[in-house]
């Protein structure tokens, strides 16, 4: 499979990835402040905040977990500047550089979420908040004893200088999502407030709370944007202990760490360190792993899990095997087209490549029937668009008829299903014909777009892994005429590729959110189209679309977000924009017995290994040597 969504290896204290977490809105009561204010210690999306002000932890951890041993992981999942085979600095929120993993457990942020509660968070740096009556200012209250690692207080001078760096000079992605911050001041040492445009959206307060906080006196002799192996300066509950440039980075947990105790924290960094490890090649980390260098591993590849962890350590039960429930939503992942290109302008032209694609077959000869397809943006539960548009999704559609698919109006459009024979007939002529309408010609064997050039189409990729998934349908588009081939390239330029939107075809996962909001815009809107480094990677530029992001960020009401995610998914359904892949609805984990665990788990995700402690009596039982 793909490289999935990030899957935080350290829970630390939140259960919202700011790339791709939604976040929101609605508040709740508290004491009356000046001019109808309310004054908070959480803040929530829908509905009440399951835990009092006084709540001494998360239901889902231990207490009293004990603290030590190591966690030693590959890098699997990235984010931001993050790259998967190597880094050259530790300033992870910004354009430049490859950054290093696990850079974020160094920082702190205002609040953070619970995995039991999809869209609520929690006072970490901040004691409380106190909102406005039109929710345009947010006043938070920070701990007198939040500390940087020097020793020097972390103060609302702090939280004001990264707030309004980030949306000026950080990732684009951090900029996008800090659109609706209109400004950011220190009232006093204590006292950040943040200020909001009118027309900000629903998640914007809670997106500022999961920001990472830096120290604005140790930037204000640096530059904030410079890729650089020196570690900036955190406050979080580990700090960057050693490393080698491209190979590892290990971090250790600050045993005076100021806010240890805080109930977002209880039960949580129970390691004293954390090692990621970096490979080029993926059967050298799975022997590394096999051989105990590295103690947990997710694996994201079906026919390795069938095949590959039949080996003595497993067999005599020093290494375990699971298959976890996620509890989260489902992400999207697929292969998805460049529309930018001019070969992939025309949707017909994208629904004739869909119809090459088999996966009744890969599913059978590749993945072991391990996984479900996918044909929806929001695939399962109440935001998925099924059959014909009801009377509020009408309303929200009427006003682009006529500009927009007529099938929108109709049932929504699905990857259709084939034979399984690897090369379905009827199909491929369905493809033939769709490419003809859209112009097509053919010359002998070759098949031109109708502006006379050759079609050929390049599926770029940084590793090998999905070639047995591709080459077949690689197969198929030569069948049509199509001068269709694989590029494997290095993670340096793959990630620079893709930043610049410099490719025809790539593979990607997004993850899914119980909650959408605005993180979609930087997905799926008219403006990241063209901003290089967003995550609009297939280009989508479409008032109608744009339109109904508007009215999910700004939902008020899950009734409202659910029939704003149907229409949306009949938009980017119609549009052909990807065919579609795969998705599993567990996690499939395994790792050295040296570790134990909660007894409960959280409602919205596994809580491997972030809530997971080192046993030591389990590893001298084993006699881990790792």
């Known amino acids: 499979m793909p490289r999935e969504r990030p899957r935080m290896p350290v829970t630390r204290r939140r259960a919202i990835q700011i790339s791709t977490a939604a976040m929101g809105g609605l508040l709740l009561p508290g004491p009356a402040g000046a001019e109808g204010e309310i004054e908070t210690h959480g803040m929530s999306t829908f509905g009440e905040l399951a835990l009092p002000a006084d709540f001494r932890n998360f239901g889902y951890v231990n207490p009293a977990a004990p603290k030590g041993g190591a966690l030693i992981i590959q890098i699997k999942n990235t984010s931001g500047n993050q790259n998967f085979d190597t880094f050259d600095t530790f300033n992870i929120y910004v354009f430049k550089g490859d950054g290093a993993a696990g850079m974020d457990a160094t920082f702190d942020t205002l609040m953070a979420g619970s995995s039991d509660e999809p869209s609520t968070m929690y006072g970490l740096l901040a004691r409380s908040v106190r909102i406005s009556a039109d929710k345009q200012t947010y006043r938070f209250k920070l701990r007198s004893e939040a500390r940087f690692h020097d020793g020097s207080r972390l103060t609302a001078k702090d939280v004001a200088w990264s707030l309004t760096t980030l949306k000026s000079k950080g990732h684009p992605v951090y900029r996008a999502l800090l659109d609706d911050l209109a400004g950011a001041e220190a009232e006093g040492e204590d006292v950040c407030v943040v200020r909001f445009a009118p027309t900000r959206s629903r998640d914007a307060h809670l997106i500022v709370a999961g920001m990472p906080i830096f120290s604005a006196a140790w930037y204000s002799t640096r530059d904030f944007e410079a890729s650089t192996l020196e570690a900036p300066l955190g406050s979080g509950p580990y700090k960057l202990a050693r490393y080698e440039q491209g190979r590892f980075v290990e971090f250790e947990r600050v045993k005076d760490y100021w806010a240890a105790n805080l109930p977002v924290n209880v039960g949580t960094n129970n390691f004293d360190r954390i090692r990621y490890e970096y490979y080029r090649e993926r059967q050298i980390a799975f022997e590394d792993f096999k051989a105990g260098k590295l103690n947990y591993n997710e694996e994201y590849t079906a026919r390795f899990w069938a095949t590959q962890y039949d080996f003595p350590a497993v067999r005599e039960g020093r290494v375990k095997r699971e298959e976890l429930p996620t509890g989260t939503a489902r992400g999207t992942q697929g292969w998805l087209f460049n529309t930018r290109r001019e070969q992939f302008r025309d949707p017909r032209i994208r629904e004739a490549i869909n119809c090459c694609f088999d996966f009744e077959w890969t599913s059978k000869n590749i993945m072991f029937n391990a996984y479900t397809r996918l044909h929806s943006y929001f695939q399962g539960g109440e935001m998925e668009a099924r059959g014909k548009p009801g009377p509020e999704e009408l309303a929200l559609l009427e006003p ?165 995610c149907r229409a949306l998914d009949r938009l980017l359904r119609a549009g052909r924009y990807w065919v579609p892949m795969w998705v599993s609805e567990k996690a499939r984990i395994a790792y050295w017995d040296i570790f134990s665990r909660p007894a409960q788990t959280p409602k919205f995700g596994t809580g491997a290994p972030g809530t997971w402690w080192y046993d030591a009596d389990k590893a001298k039982k084993i006699n881990y040597q790792g």
């Open 400 to 564: 682009f008829r006529g500009h927009v698919p007529y099938e929108v109006f109709g049932e929504p459009w699905s990857p259709p299903a084939t034979d399984g024979s690897g090369s379905d007939r009827n199909l491929l002529r369905k493809a033939d014909e769709l490419l003809r309408a859209a112009g097509c010609k053919r010359d002998g064997g070759k098949l031109l777009l109708p502006d006379g050039k050759p079609f050929a189409i390049e599926f770029l990729d940084s590793s090998p892994a999905l070639q047995p998934h591709t080459q077949p349908f690689i197969a198929n588009l030569k069948k049509l005429g199509v001068d269709a081939s694989a590029r494997i390239v290095d993670t340096v330029q793959y990630k620079r590729r893709t930043d610049s939107f410099d490719f025809d075809i790539v593979t990607a996962a997004m993850g899914g959110s119980l909650t959408p909001g605005v993180e979609l815009i930087n997905i799926y809107g008219s403006k990241a189209a063209g901003t290089q480094g967003s995550r609009n990677m297939c280009g989508v530029a479409d008032p109608a679309i744009d339109a109904l992001l508007d009215v999910i960020a700004k939902a008020q009401t899950r009734q409202t977000l659910d029939v704003a």
